[in-house]
Every structure is written in C-alpha cells, then in structure tokens.
C-alpha cells in the first residue's frame, strides 16, 4: 500500500499505535450516545457533500437548496 503514495521504501513502525480498551467512565471518553450521534451527523455531512459533488457533476444548478453553513 505504501508503494502506491510513493513511500515504499519507508518503515513501518509495528508499534506506532497502541490499542487498550477504554475503562468505563473514563471522563476523556464522550458517552456511547454522544459518539454514536456524532458519527450519524458525520455520515449526513458525507452523504450530504457527496450529494452536491454529483449534482455538480450532472450540471444542476444548487443555488436554491443550498444550505448555509451555521
């Protein structure tokens, strides 16, 4: 893979990430709910971006339904 970003040649840290499991109530964590409504806002920004980039391909006019940003 890294041969295809022209870095084939750089090393791979095998301990460049470090997984633990997260303890419960820790007050670094947001609470599932929190993340979970994030993510879901996250993919409508996507698939809302996503939607424009094709419309804008197809040559629709977007002047009229665009959203301003808040």
């Known amino acids: 893979m890294l041969e295809a970003l022209g870095q084939a040649d750089q090393p791979t840290d095998p301990h460049r990430y470090i997984w633990r499991p997260v303890?419960?109530?820790?007050?670094?964590v947001p609470p599932l709910a929190v993340r979970?409504?994030?993510?879901?806002?996250?993919?409508?920004?996507?698939?809302?971006?996503?939607r424009e980039?094709?419309?804008?391909?197809?040559g629709q006019d977007l002047s009229a339904i665009r959203e301003e940003a808040a």
């Open 23 to 28: 303890p419960a109530g820790d007050a670094n």
């Open 36 to 50: 979970l409504l994030r993510t879901v806002a996250e993919r409508q920004r996507w698939r809302a971006h996503l």
């Open 53 to 58: 980039l094709e419309a804008r391909a197809a």
